[in-house]
């Protein structure tokens, strides 16, 4: 297969050769679900609210599904328990379904339908590094904080620690998600190296050559440990950087938002044994998750109150109103009291953040090679084909063509599903002024000055 080759000939070939593609359908072609009696599972984090919304609002009811919801322990409890099959779907970080077909750590056939929402994670740092920090970074005339703060104002910090024999200590939520991209790129922005992985000499530390030393927390631990003095900083999806502002333990310095504009976050996984077991089913969960995304944007956000709501129930986040809501409706708090507005800090449908982009999941890919969790260079076709065989917008397809027929949506509400390739326009709104360009994911792995390049192997 050929770079030049339409991209629409190339997914569809894909489709052909796994023998499953979903076409896209009318509402009176839909038939009736497969399977009814689903479980969902979850982390507790405020992006997952489109699986609860799609509970609490009957979305599911609506598609003859009767689901039950259940949070998890951690990120690797809720892959293993979708891949054996006690879990028929869940909220999963991006690379998941990424890594687990291409056989970084479990192998298997993940695939996801639906992108559950952009932007919603931040990175926080204990009272005492930020103190630390606070003299690199300008100020505006009011006294506070220029933003977006890079990492050049932690670099001293850091070199100051390992002058003096410390290991500079960093949570993420698991080595490939999201926040451990995110951490890495801002860090790496700022002149701190983040270390490499080398899975094919056994080390998966991603510590080689560190500045900074990034380990695993889950989500919900990260305010606790970073208390303990355990970890200096954090990259987290909220309420848990916010939890440390109402804790007082801690200061957001930056979001995902202002390192990467509308970068895609969490999807909705399922097997792709599933998906051909249960076509029928698998387009009516999507249906469902659309639905609930435009409820939870609609109005200029203003069913977020509502939505905040719902989400502090124990069964859910967990976590107090005044917490979640401090980002969930449009505000985000830095240092205590320097509280701005940040409207698109969740967004969950507009920008057409439900669609399934390949270009969002040829990024991850492109950060797995930056730190060598893909050991040696691969061409552009096996990037795209990678993405291709994770990423399903032809299932997206299916269920908003449906709901557009059924009047439950507008056509204007998605992408021309006639002109789609699966990739955005070159995205230039990065930290560090860097574009992104999916359609070349070799040309844009070298234009960074740390990082892995091409014929490069630790």
Known sequence: MTWNKPFKTLAASLALAVGFSISPATAEELGYPEKEELTFGFIKLTDMAPIAIAYEKGYFEDEGLYVTIEAQANWKVLLDGVIDGRLDGAHMLA???????????????IITPFSMDLNGNGITVSNAIWEEMKPNIPKQADGKPVHPIKADALKPVVEKYKDEGKPFNMGMVFP???????????????????????????????????????????????????????????????????QAVFKGIGVPVVTDYEIWKDNPEKVFGITKEFAEKYPNTTVRVTRALIRAAMWLDENNNANRPEAVKILSQSNYVGADYDVIANSM????????????????????FRYNATYPYYSDAIWYLTQMRRWGQISEDKPDDWYKELAAKVYRPDIYQAAAKSL???????????????????????????????????KEPNAYIEKFDIGLKSGQKL
């Open 95 to 109: 690379g998941q379904p990424i890594a687990a077909t291409m056989g970084f750590g479990t192998k298997a056939e």
């Open 176 to 242: 490939v998600s999201t926040h451990n991209y995110e951490l890495r790129y801002w860090l790496a922005a700022g002149g701190i190296h983040p270390g490499y992985y080398a899975p094919h000499k056994g080390d998966i530390s991603g510590q080689i050559d560190a500045d900074a030393l990034l380990s695993v927390t889950p989500p919900p631990q990260m305010p606790a440990t970073l208390e303990a003095g355990t970890i200096y900083g954090y990259c987290v999806g909220e309420p848990w950087n916010q």
């Open 329 to 348: 409706t449009g505000t985000f708090e830095y240092e205590k009291g320097d509280k701005r507005e940040v409207p698109d800090f969740n967004v969950f």
């Open 404 to 438: 557009i027929e059924e009047k439950l949506a507008t056509a204007a509400q998605f992408p021309d599903f006639e002109t789609e390739d699966g990739f955005r326009n070159p995205q230039t709104h990065f930290i560090d002024g860097i574009v992104y360009n999916g």
